[in-house]
Protein backbone atom coordinates (compact mmCIF):
# COMPACT_ATOMS: atom_id res chain seq x y z
CA UNK A 1 0.00 0.00 0.00
CA UNK A 2 1.25 3.61 -0.87
CA UNK A 3 2.42 5.30 2.47
CA UNK A 4 -0.40 7.96 3.60
CA UNK A 5 -1.45 9.64 6.78
CA UNK A 6 -4.33 11.78 7.45
CA UNK A 7 -4.26 14.96 9.54
CA UNK A 8 -7.29 16.77 11.00
CA UNK A 9 -6.19 20.28 12.26
CA UNK A 10 -8.44 21.92 14.65
CA UNK A 11 -8.74 24.85 17.16
CA UNK A 12 -7.32 23.81 20.03
CA UNK A 13 -3.94 26.00 20.43
CA UNK A 14 -0.26 23.58 19.33
CA UNK A 15 0.11 24.26 15.64
CA UNK A 16 3.90 23.46 16.41
CA UNK A 17 3.13 20.13 16.79
CA UNK A 18 0.75 19.78 13.82
CA UNK A 19 3.75 21.44 10.97
CA UNK A 20 6.77 19.61 12.55
CA UNK A 21 4.74 16.31 12.78
CA UNK A 22 3.87 17.00 8.85
CA UNK A 23 7.44 17.36 8.06
CA UNK A 24 8.69 14.56 9.36
CA UNK A 25 5.81 12.23 7.76
CA UNK A 26 6.62 14.56 4.13
CA UNK A 27 10.41 13.83 4.79
CA UNK A 28 10.14 10.06 5.21
CA UNK A 29 8.00 10.17 1.46
CA UNK A 30 4.43 9.57 2.70
CA UNK A 31 2.00 11.62 1.47
CA UNK A 32 0.00 13.72 3.60
CA UNK A 33 -3.62 14.42 3.40
CA UNK A 34 -4.73 17.51 5.34
CA UNK A 35 -7.98 18.95 6.41
CA UNK A 36 -8.50 22.06 8.74
CA UNK A 37 -11.73 23.43 10.39
CA UNK A 38 -12.22 27.06 9.90
CA UNK A 39 -10.57 27.12 13.84
CA UNK A 40 -7.98 25.32 12.56
CA UNK A 41 -6.52 27.74 9.70
CA UNK A 42 -7.10 30.32 12.11
CA UNK A 43 -4.88 28.83 14.75
CA UNK A 44 -1.81 28.42 11.78
CA UNK A 45 -2.21 32.23 11.28
CA UNK A 46 -2.14 33.09 15.08
CA UNK A 47 0.34 31.21 16.20
CA UNK A 48 3.17 30.49 13.23
CA UNK A 49 1.96 33.39 10.83
CA UNK A 50 1.01 31.12 8.05
CA UNK A 51 -1.81 32.76 5.89
CA UNK A 52 -2.32 30.63 3.22
CA UNK A 53 -3.79 27.09 3.21
CA UNK A 54 -1.42 25.72 1.23
CA UNK A 55 1.45 22.35 1.45
CA UNK A 56 4.03 24.89 0.38
CA UNK A 57 2.97 27.80 3.09
CA UNK A 58 2.97 25.17 5.67
CA UNK A 59 6.32 23.07 4.42
CA UNK A 60 7.85 25.03 1.78
CA UNK A 61 8.47 24.18 -1.55
CA UNK A 62 11.22 21.35 -0.94
CA UNK A 63 7.57 18.94 0.74
CA UNK A 64 5.10 20.66 -0.44
CA UNK A 65 4.18 17.89 -3.09
CA UNK A 66 4.01 15.69 -0.37
CA UNK A 67 0.89 17.20 0.48
CA UNK A 68 -2.56 17.33 0.27
CA UNK A 69 -4.80 19.72 0.75
CA UNK A 70 -8.90 18.94 1.48
CA UNK A 71 -11.50 21.69 2.26
CA UNK A 72 -13.15 21.33 5.22
CA UNK A 73 -16.68 20.68 3.90
CA UNK A 74 -16.19 18.70 1.09
CA UNK A 75 -17.74 15.65 1.50
CA UNK A 76 -16.60 13.98 -1.88
CA UNK A 77 -13.03 13.88 -0.82
CA UNK A 78 -11.23 10.76 -1.04
CA UNK A 79 -10.41 10.77 3.01
CA UNK A 80 -14.38 10.54 3.62
CA UNK A 81 -14.78 7.06 1.99
CA UNK A 82 -14.14 3.91 3.40
CA UNK A 83 -11.82 2.97 0.61
CA UNK A 84 -9.50 5.61 0.95
CA UNK A 85 -6.47 3.23 2.21
CA UNK A 86 -4.17 4.75 4.77
CA UNK A 87 -2.00 4.43 7.75
CA UNK A 88 -3.73 6.09 10.52
CA UNK A 89 -5.05 9.65 10.76
CA UNK A 90 -3.91 12.16 13.01
CA UNK A 91 -6.32 14.99 14.39
CA UNK A 92 -3.67 17.41 15.89
CA UNK A 93 -4.22 19.67 17.81
CA UNK A 94 -7.65 18.04 18.31
CA UNK A 95 -10.07 20.84 19.99
CA UNK A 96 -12.76 19.43 22.56
CA UNK A 97 -15.64 20.33 20.43
CA UNK A 98 -14.15 17.96 17.96
CA UNK A 99 -13.66 15.57 19.90
CA UNK A 100 -17.01 15.44 21.79
CA UNK A 101 -18.32 15.78 18.32
CA UNK A 102 -16.65 12.65 17.43
CA UNK A 103 -17.69 10.84 20.35
CA UNK A 104 -21.29 11.61 19.83
CA UNK A 105 -21.30 10.15 16.21
CA UNK A 106 -21.58 13.84 14.69
CA UNK A 107 -20.21 14.28 11.17
CA UNK A 108 -20.93 17.90 10.30
CA UNK A 109 -17.47 18.49 8.78
CA UNK A 110 -15.05 16.75 6.88
CA UNK A 111 -12.24 15.90 9.57
CA UNK A 112 -15.57 14.70 12.08
CA UNK A 113 -16.71 12.44 8.41
CA UNK A 114 -13.07 11.17 7.92
CA UNK A 115 -12.57 10.12 11.58
CA UNK A 116 -15.83 8.56 11.94
CA UNK A 117 -14.47 6.28 8.56
CA UNK A 118 -11.46 5.25 10.46
CA UNK A 119 -13.67 4.35 13.63
CA UNK A 120 -16.10 1.87 11.12
CA UNK A 121 -13.18 0.77 8.86
CA UNK A 122 -10.78 -0.20 12.05
CA UNK A 123 -8.10 2.17 10.90
CA UNK A 124 -6.06 3.65 13.39
CA UNK A 125 -7.17 7.31 15.10
CA UNK A 126 -4.78 9.38 17.11
CA UNK A 127 -6.93 12.02 19.01
CA UNK A 128 -4.25 14.47 20.33
CA UNK A 129 -6.02 16.83 22.59
CA UNK A 130 -4.56 19.78 23.45
CA UNK A 131 -7.37 21.42 25.84
CA UNK A 132 -7.19 21.64 29.67
CA UNK A 133 -9.02 21.02 32.29
CA UNK A 134 -11.17 18.66 31.21
CA UNK A 135 -15.16 18.73 31.61
CA UNK A 136 -16.80 15.75 32.59
CA UNK A 137 -18.18 15.25 28.90
CA UNK A 138 -14.42 15.35 27.67
CA UNK A 139 -13.81 12.58 29.75
CA UNK A 140 -16.71 10.24 28.90
CA UNK A 141 -16.08 11.43 25.10
CA UNK A 142 -12.36 9.81 25.63
CA UNK A 143 -13.71 6.82 27.06
CA UNK A 144 -16.11 6.17 24.56
CA UNK A 145 -13.83 6.91 22.00
CA UNK A 146 -11.19 4.33 23.21
CA UNK A 147 -14.00 1.42 23.68
CA UNK A 148 -14.73 2.32 19.83
CA UNK A 149 -10.90 1.76 19.09
CA UNK A 150 -9.46 5.26 19.15
CA UNK A 151 -5.98 6.22 20.72
CA UNK A 152 -6.49 9.36 23.65
CA UNK A 153 -2.82 11.32 23.09
CA UNK A 154 -3.29 14.29 25.00
CA UNK A 155 -0.57 16.79 24.24
CA UNK A 156 1.37 17.07 27.24
CA UNK A 157 5.07 16.27 26.49
CA UNK A 158 7.51 14.69 29.48
CA UNK A 159 10.27 16.17 30.74
CA UNK A 160 12.81 12.88 31.34
CA UNK A 161 14.87 13.94 28.44
CA UNK A 162 15.68 16.96 30.18
CA UNK A 163 14.49 19.43 27.40
CA UNK A 164 16.64 22.97 26.47
CA UNK A 165 14.01 24.16 24.21
CA UNK A 166 10.59 24.65 23.06
CA UNK A 167 11.69 22.80 20.16
CA UNK A 168 12.49 19.50 22.49
CA UNK A 169 9.36 19.92 23.50
CA UNK A 170 7.10 19.91 20.51
CA UNK A 171 9.81 16.93 19.32
CA UNK A 172 8.85 15.00 22.47
CA UNK A 173 5.34 14.63 21.29
CA UNK A 174 5.54 14.59 17.83
CA UNK A 175 7.77 11.57 18.13
CA UNK A 176 4.76 9.67 20.46
CA UNK A 177 3.00 10.26 17.93
CA UNK A 178 5.15 8.69 15.14
CA UNK A 179 5.34 6.17 17.24
CA UNK A 180 1.65 5.20 17.31
CA UNK A 181 1.84 5.05 13.62
CA UNK A 182 4.54 2.70 13.59
CA UNK A 183 6.86 4.94 12.04
CA UNK A 184 10.75 4.88 12.51
CA UNK A 185 12.31 8.07 13.72
CA UNK A 186 14.71 9.47 15.53
CA UNK A 187 13.33 11.94 18.11
CA UNK A 188 14.74 11.63 21.62
CA UNK A 189 11.46 10.42 23.08
CA UNK A 190 13.26 7.03 24.32
CA UNK A 191 13.71 6.63 28.20
CA UNK A 192 16.60 4.51 29.18
CA UNK A 193 15.88 3.22 32.55
CA UNK A 194 17.27 4.31 35.72
CA UNK A 195 20.38 1.86 35.00
CA UNK A 196 21.62 4.50 33.02
CA UNK A 197 21.68 6.89 35.21
CA UNK A 198 23.87 6.94 38.53
CA UNK A 199 22.74 5.52 41.48
CA UNK A 200 21.21 8.27 43.52
CA UNK A 201 21.26 7.84 47.21
CA UNK A 202 18.16 9.35 48.48
CA UNK A 203 19.49 10.09 51.87
CA UNK A 204 22.28 12.19 50.75
CA UNK A 205 20.19 13.88 48.20
CA UNK A 206 17.12 14.13 50.41
CA UNK A 207 14.92 11.92 48.45
CA UNK A 208 12.48 10.26 50.90
CA UNK A 209 13.34 6.90 51.63
CA UNK A 210 10.02 4.99 51.57
CA UNK A 211 6.87 5.39 49.22
CA UNK A 212 5.35 6.54 52.97
Same mark, same amino acid.
Given at each position: ??????????????????????????????????????????????????????????????????????????????????????????????????????????????????????????????????????????????????????????????????? #???????????????????????????? #?????????????????????
Amino acid at each position: MHHRVVIGITGASGAAYTIRFMELLARLGIEVHVAASAMGRRLLFEELDIRHFTGEAMLGPELADQVVIHTTNDFGATISSGSFQHDGMVILPCSSNTLNSIAAGLTGTLIQRAAAVCLKERRKLVIAHRESPLSPIDIESMSKLNRAGAIIAPLSPGFYMLP #KTLDDLVDFMVGRLMDQLGYDHKLPVRW #KGSADKQDVNPTASGLPQSDA
